[in-house]
Each structure stands twice: as C-alpha cells, then as structure tokens.
C-alpha cells in the first residue's frame, strides 16, 4: 500500500511538472522564421519589400524567374540597397533561371512566404499554384484583373483557410499619414460626427489619384516592360490602381467590419477612357523602338491607347462613394503621383489634397459645417487627446476650416510605406492568423473593381 502511495505522488508530481513545461512553451510563442521566395519579380514593387531588412526574414532570398531585363532590373534594385553608403541591407539572392522556374520552386519549396509583383495575367494562377504548394503569400496589387481571376482567387483564399496558410496583398496606402489621420478624425463623431451616405450626384466619399508611367523609383528613372502597357496582361486601370482606392473607402469608412461582397457592394456606373502613348514617350518608358505585335491592337493614328484610366460610383453599405485615377505620362516639374480625397460628415468634411499649392505633398483639412468658437474648442481638444499617439499633431486655421499639421516623421513616401506592410505582414504570420476581416474584405474589394469594370465595358 506503502510502494502504491509512493508510485501515485511520483506520478502526480511528473504529470505536474509536465503540465508546467508545456504551459511554459505555450505562454513563449515560438519566434517564426521567415524565408522569402520572389517568383518572377516583373515589378519594382517586388524590390521595395527588400529595401528594408526584417528580424523575422532570413537573408538568403530565392528568385525563381525567366532569364531576361525584368529579373536584372529587380536585381540591380536589390544590389542597389544592399550598396548605398546609408543603411545598406544584406540580401544574398540565391538565383534560378530555368524555363520551369515555378515547377522548380514549388518542388525546392526553400522558402515559406512568396513575393509576388509582376505580370498580373499570371500572378492569380501564380498565387494558386503557391497556396496549394503551401506556401504563404504576399502579392501586389491587384490579386485579380478580370472575372476568371476573381472566382480563382475566391476559390485560393478558401484552400489558404483550410491548409492554415496567409494570402495579403500590399496595400501601402493604409500607411501614409493623411490617410490614417483622416481615418483617425472620421472616428471621432465630436469632430466628423457621422458619415453621410450621400447621393449618386454627390457621394459621401470620393477618392481621386493621378499616376505616371514615366518616373523615378530609388533616384533612377523606371524602365517599364513592354506588358504594362497591355491592359490584357496589366489590367485596365479601373481594376488596377483604383484598388488603393476601394481598398481605402472599406477600411476608413468601416474599420474592423467585414464586408458581405454579395449583399453590401454595387456598382451603380463606371466608365473607361485610354492614354495615348506616341512612339517617342514609349521608347523613353521602356527603350523600345517600336510597339511589340501585341501592342498593335491598341495602336490608333500610330499612338498606343492605353485603357489606363478609369471611374466608377458605388455604394457600400448604402454610402455612396465614387473613386477614378487618371494615368498621364509624366508628372509637371516637381510633382509626382498626387491623391484627392474627400469624406463627408454630418459635422466636417475632411480633405486630403495633393495639388501645386500644397507642393505635390498631401495636406489633410477639416473643413467644419460649424465655424463657431465652440467647435473650434473641440477640435482642439481632440486634436491634443490625438497628439498622445501621434506627438507633435497640432492644427492651424486656414480658409474654410483648418490644417492638420503632421510632424514629419509621421510622413512616409511611398517606397517606404513597403516595408510597413511588410512588418503588419509578418505580425500576422507570427501569430498564425490576420484579422477576421481582411480576407473578405480583400474579396470585396476585388468584387467592387471586377464588377466596376464589366460595367464600363457593357455594350451601349
């Protein structure tokens, strides 16, 4: 009876201290590992997510891609950072070249998380195949260019859920400071009050961006392929970068909901129109001395059009909002790629604009319905109660309303903002899980762009 005690204390004891140790492995989450493949990078967004270094993300990159300008391109950007005299980076690129680059990553698998930015005719099959490889993902706008690509992509999210894997795509406008201020007023009903829902004449919210071909990424002029000018293998623009802009009307108008695609998005009209593109602008964007055969069909009066541009009204959750972006071929001196943005509500309308009187750079501007001394007052208390988490915010009175000042240090450009989504990415990685409204709320934002554009192209 003695021995029988004895053994049951023992074992009471060691399944004790087992229980201990794994609570003790449970409460310290295991530090995740990154290793990055890039899969035919044909985008300079896919050298931007490099142009920082990660704790979580290996050093050793692997590069699956065809032989050709696009993957030197991506690698003189990468060898770049890794150069510059100020906080160079570290990447060794580990490089295969042949002509089954995606069966031969998929059979390698030496990485656990594909970048993805280039060719957006392949990129949804590409993004497929990955998720059925198990790999995570992280791919550029836009994940999908047309209806096939959507119900594929609807299809992938659903296999990433079942195999425990992350599908997110880069949506660096979420990190520019205007954008996240005007999120941050339009949840303070004592300043914004509520958000209007507006009219098809006027919209509640409208979100306006214009773009160039012809630029300038990390102090060198972009050389551009051939393909980005076939709104077949790019996308028209309507689905292209308007996606920034659906994307930014979901999450300030209703951060943290997740949107039903089949019940809260219609479309009510889109229109389409091209940029013309001479033979001299498309030698300077892509060194090309002529259009490639499949560029002829968009040739009219010996000029490529460039179905580039594109609006369309819709309503979300029965606001109206209308977003557009506009593709010219080259910035005014001294400008770049500029956002118009308006939110409406029932106490202040709040404005980014982007034009030659703010000097190319965004402002954002509460302009009140109430100009009284007592509204004032509670813009500047919240203004302050704000400047907790962002120190330094501070407004100014200016015509119609008021300046929000932001220090800048909270200003990010656009190739920095890369490395933001990069580590929000990585967060949701290392906790196995992204928010319960990202993925359907990436579906309808693909929904709302697919739809636009079957819309702007119906037969009259």
């Known amino acids: 009876m003695q021995v029988f005690k004895s053994l049951l204390i023992k074992s009471i004891l060691f399944i004790g201290s087992f229980t201990f140790i794994v609570n003790t492995m449970n409460a310290q989450p295991t530090k995740l590992k990154v290793k990055l493949i890039t899969l035919n990078p044909g985008h300079f967004h896919a050298a931007l997510v490099q142009k920082s270094m990660y704790a979580m993300i290996d050093s050793e990159v692997f590069v699956y891609a065809p032989k050709g300008k696009e993957l030197e391109a991506h690698l003189a950007l990468v060898n770049g950072y890794n150069s510059r005299p100020e906080n160079p980076t570290a990447w060794k690129e580990t490089v295969y070249t042949g002509e089954d680059y995606l069966a031969k990553m998929i059979s390698e698998k030496k990485g656990n998380v594909v970048v993805l930015a280039g060719n957006n005719k392949l990129k949804t099959s590409y993004i497929s195949e990955a998720i059925h490889a198990g790999f995570n993902v992280l791919a550029d706008k ?25 599908l997110y795509d880069i949506m660096t406008e979420r990190y520019q400071a205007t954008n996240a201020l005007q999120r941050e007023l339009l949840l303070l009903p004592a300043v914004f009050g509520t958000l209007q829902k507006g009219t098809a004449e006027q919209p509640a919210v409208i979100k306006e961006s214009v773009h160039h071909f ?16 076939d709104v077949k293998q790019e996308g028209e623009g309507i689905v ?15 951060p943290g909901v997740t949107l039903n695609y089949k019940k809260d998005i219609h479309v009510n009209k889109a229109k389409r129109w091209p940029t013309v593109i001479t033979p001299a602008r498309f030698q300077q964007s892509t060194q090309l001395d002529q259009f490639p055969d499949y560029l ?28 557009s972006v506009t593709w010219n071929f080259e910035a005014p001196a001294g ?16 404005i980014i604009r982007q034009g030659a009187e703010q000097q190319y750079k965004p402002v954002l501007y509460i302009e009140p319905v109430d100009h009284s001394a007592a509204y ?20 100014k009175k200016v015509d119609n309303g008021w300046e929000l000042v932001i220090p800048i240090k909270y200003e990010l450009n656009h190739e920095a903002c ?8 990585l967060d949701y990685l290392q906790k196995e899980k992204m928010p319960a409204w990202e993925v359907p709320n990436m579906l309808a934002k693909y929904y709302t762009t697919i739809e636009a554009l079957r819309v702007a192209t119906m037969v009259k």
């Open 335 to 350: 400008g770049g790629d500029t956002h118009y943005s308006i939110m409406k509500g029932t106490k202040a309308n709040l």
């Open 296 to 323: 002829q069909q968009y040739v009219k009066d010996d000029a490529l059009n460039v179905y580039a541009n594109g609006s369309l009204d819709y309503t979300i959750k029965g606001v109206h909002a209308r977003v």
């Open 214 to 229: 012809f630029k300038t990424v990390s102090g060198k002029p972009l050389i551009r392929p051939a393909w980005y000018f």
């Open 142 to 166: 836009p994940m999908a260019i047309d209806k096939n690509g959507f119900t594929l992509l609807e299809q992938t999210f659903a296999t990433a859920k079942k195999k425990g894997l992350l």
């Open 376 to 395: 004032e007052k509670i813009l500047t208390t919240a203004i302050d109660e704000l400047a907790k988490k962002y120190e330094g915010l501070s407004v």
């Open 240 to 254: 292209d970068v308007t996606t920034h802009l659906v994307d930014l009307v979901q999450w300030e108008c209703f």
């Open 418 to 425: 890369f490395a933001e989504v990069t580590k929000r990415y």
